[in-house]
């Protein structure tokens, strides 16, 4: 069914809200562009608006793509500035880890130790919740806590597998020079290092394309990335469950730092903007207050949850390249 601008007015807000599969009213469908030009356009002011608003230092870099797969920038600044991506790279961990499964050098099913030494003491994550070390899991198991609850013992986990030095030659292979870890004197260890807006906007955009990973490396990567446990305070916040589902998503924080990265799909579930924001400094508000708030309520996500929600809205009926991976639907438990 074919629905325009002028049909869709009729059908009414739960109509559209159906037909959309978004669940937004008829306010929010009249949104929607019909032209990447248009998208990039919308995307842009609301990003040059909610920016100046939040203050801090913004390297970011925004592309939607058309019906023929070209992207056009709507938002480039800074974008080739070298940033502290903090745990944005965790997606990169995750390709090099994926790239050595897709060499046959390691399994998805292989098991580490965890040992009560590697365990991360910070207050993110599940890992330090277990008091019952050492145990093993899967490496599977692994990336999915990385690029989910962004669990930092997995980083010190995938060092076991993937040393600081291999990791960045990998990376580096793949054309990703500035998108690095930092060593340590422990070969297993590192911090997780820097990266520009216009590096992790292609890291991702290859990803999609395949140009990185296997095909089932690359699905499995984006599921992780789209799961509704992943990051909900700053793009998603203001979507609903299923249009939550649409966005594949990874943030990283640490000191002054509020970074989000990640991809948007369309009603259709074709990958339609990709995403790379990097912010840090002084923000609006009281500072002290910013300094220790990684939450919802701090002056860079609220951004966020702005653009994010124009992201969807702008592209949710634009015409794009085929959908490369089966769009997930959301399936509510009560346990049993």
Known sequence: ??????????????????????????????????????ACGRVRRVYERETAKSLGTWASYISVSDVDGAASAAVDVRADEVVEAYSV????????????????????DQRVEVSSAIVSRDTDGIFGLDGAYPSQVTLGHVLATLLTVS???????CGLVCPAAELNEILRGKGFVHTQ??????????????????ETHALLRRLVDGELLSATSSAYLLSLL???TSFTDGIRLNLSSAE???????????????NEAGIVFNT???????????ASGQFAGDQAANADNYSANHP???????IGRTLVDAVARLDTPAARQAAPGYRASNGG
């Open 268 to 278: 259709a579930d074709k990958p339609t903007a990709f995403y790379a924001l990097f």
């Open 1 to 38: 069914m074919n629905v325009n601008r002028r049909s869709a007015l009729g059908l009414g807000a739960a109509a559209v809200g159906t037909v959309l599969g978004v669940g937004t009213t008829t306010a929010a469908a009249e949104d929607a562009s019909t032209t990447a030009a248009q």
């Open 244 to 258: 939550r589902l649409k966005v594949a998503t990874k943030a990283g924080w640490f000191a002054d730092g509020r």
């Open 226 to 228: 789209r799961s509704l």
């Open 89 to 108: 790279n965790k997606i990169a961990v995750a390709v090099a880890v994926l790239d050595k499964i897709d060499r046959g050098l390691l399994t998805l």
């Open 151 to 157: 669990d930092n013992t997995c980083v010190r986990l």
């Open 300 to 306: 860079a996500l609220r951004a966020r949850q702005v």
């Open 181 to 198: 870890v930092k060593p340590v004197a422990n070969p297993n260890r590192f911090f997780l290092g820097k990266t520009t807006a216009r």
